[in-house]
């Protein structure tokens, strides 16, 4: 697997295949988020580059109890924070993949988190119930201006950002089979 180092102060990178920022869905599977301020690609981090990055906020439930992602995040072995959105075609597509792993890792130390960048909860909550998305799920419900998002410059979904049960980043914008090899290395053992 190839290795790339983050740099220290960015996180999150856009990705080819994704719902953008202020974008319409077109016909291909792929739609352009924009221009970001920074902008890397997906990478995994080293590691001993990881202890220096950390990812933590608080966020409603779909029941509305805040809930801190470092105190979920620290109950497994590795977790997933996966940025998506009900309405996002690309983000419905990868979340199969995302089942799957989370069906066959949650025994061996897998979490997830959701983070939703949709904007009513309705359509938000029966998504998550389609979709058979059975781990935490976070949003508030601010769409694209949700803080996390933000705070992590998240501008394209889906996006993933995996950490270890102390919130350090180990990968970030991984899907599909790229994702898979991660926690299979990571929890096969």
Avoid at 24 to 38: F, K, R, Y
Avoid at 125 to 150: E, F, I, Y
């Amino acid at each position: 697997m190839k290795k790339y180092i983050l740099p220290a102060m960015v996180v999150i990178a856009m990705l080819f295949v994704s719902c953008g920022k202020k974008s319409t869905p077109t016909s291909e599977s792929s739609v352009s988020a924009g221009t970001s301020e920074t902008e890397i690609q997906a990478e995994t981090v080293s590691e001993s580059r990881s202890a220096t990055m950390k990812i933590d906020f608080t966020m409603a439930d779909m029941d509305g109890h805040n809930r801190c992602v470092s105190t979920e995040a620290a109950l497994h072995k590795l977790t997933v924070i996966d940025f998506w959105a009900s309405w996002c075609g690309p983000c419905r597509r990868e979340m199969p993949t995302l089942v799957h792993l989370y069906n066959m890792y949650k025994d061996k130390g897998l979490g997830v988190i959701g983070v939703s960048l949709d904007e009513d909860h309705s359509q938000w909550t029966s998504a998550v119930d389609q979709m058979n998305m059975t781990w935490l799920q976070l949003s508030d419900l601010q769409g694209w201006d949700n803080a996390a998002a933000r705070e992590y410059g998240i501008r394209s979904i889906p996006f993933t950002i995996v950490v270890d049960s102390n919130s350090n980043v180990v990968a970030a914008g991984l899907r599909g089979a790229d994702l898979v090899r991660l926690i299979e290395s990571r929890l096969d053992k």
